[in-house]
């Protein structure tokens, strides 16, 4: 069994910085791609920033230069710092990875979602 538990959300004010985490836990054999994900009411979900199988990373245009992601590989743990938040990153924030299990293949995995709400 795989979870992924996300903390970090909260309400901040316009201008303010959030760190969220994902701890990774359970029966894993490899990683082979891990971030972070966002959805805003009314709205697809969408890719916010991602380590990808290549060791590069991904960012939306929208977070480029504010948010950054980081990873603790030992805790199998991964960060995203967001700085100059905006209300337009009030979102319901997902952890995903996609886990290599052996005898069951490589298969994504999301965690609950923690809320980032940006509001003065």
């Known amino acids: 069994q795989v979870q992924l538990v996300e903390s970090g959300g909260e309400l901040v004010e316009p201008g303010g910085s959030l760190r969220l985490s994902c701890r990774i836990s359970g029966s894993i054999d490899g990683i082979n791609d891990m971030g972070w994900y966002r959805q805003a009411p009314g709205k697809e979900r969408e890719l916010v920033a991602l380590f990808t199988g290549g060791g590069g990373t991904n960012y939306a245009d929208s977070v480029k230069g504010r948010f950054t992601i980081s990873r603790d590989n030992a805790k199998n743990t991964v960060l995203l710092q967001m700085n100059s938040l905006k209300p337009e990153d009030t979102a319901l924030y997902y952890c995903?990875?996609?886990?290599?299990?052996?005898?069951?293949?490589?298969?994504?995995?999301w965690g609950q979602g923690t809320q980032v709400t940006v509001s003065s």
């Open positions: 995903k990875a996609n886990i290599w299990r052996s005898g069951r293949g490589s298969s994504d995995y």
